[in-house]
Nanobody, 117 residues
Framework: QVQLVESGGGLVQPGGSLRLSCAAS????????MGWYRQVPGKQRELVAG???????NYTDSVKGRFTISRDNAKNTVYLQMNSLKPEDTAVYYC???????????WGQGTQVTVSS
């Protein structure tokens, strides 16, 4: 089983930056795809950013140019660098990963990000 633990959330002012970390219990080089999702009350959980083992990434339109997903295989950690944060970025952010298309998906416990003055 894959265990994922998010960290780095907190309170930040609009325009500020924050870096989220997702530490995996396995070698992330063996995980085909990893991503960051976010969810707010009353709204559907949405994909924020994803990365596959080849290094290709994708982002939801609302964060393009502001957020960057990356991996550090030596630390078995995936990061989400968030810049120019907006109040609408406020959400619980979840890390996930999967070994293959159509297979099981593993989720972290989530970390709260609040963007407010």
């Amino acid at each position: 089983q894959v265990q994922l633990v998010e960290s780095g959330g907190g309170l930040v002012q609009p325009g500020g930056s924050l870096r989220l970390s997702c530490a995996a219990s396995v070698n992330i080089a063996s995980i085909y795809a990893m991503g960051w999702y976010r969810q707010v009350p009353g709204k559907q959980r949405e994909l924020v950013a994803g990365i596959i083992i080849t290094g290709r990434t994708n982002y939801t339109d609302s964060v393009k140019g502001r957020f960057t997903i990356s991996r550090d295989n030596a630390k078995n950690t995936v990061y989400l660098q968030m810049n120019s944060l907006k109040p609408e970025d406020t959400a619980v952010y979840y890390c996930n990963g999967g070994y293959r298309l159509g297979g099981n998906v593993y989720w972290g416990q989530g970390t709260q990000v609040t963007v407010s003055s």
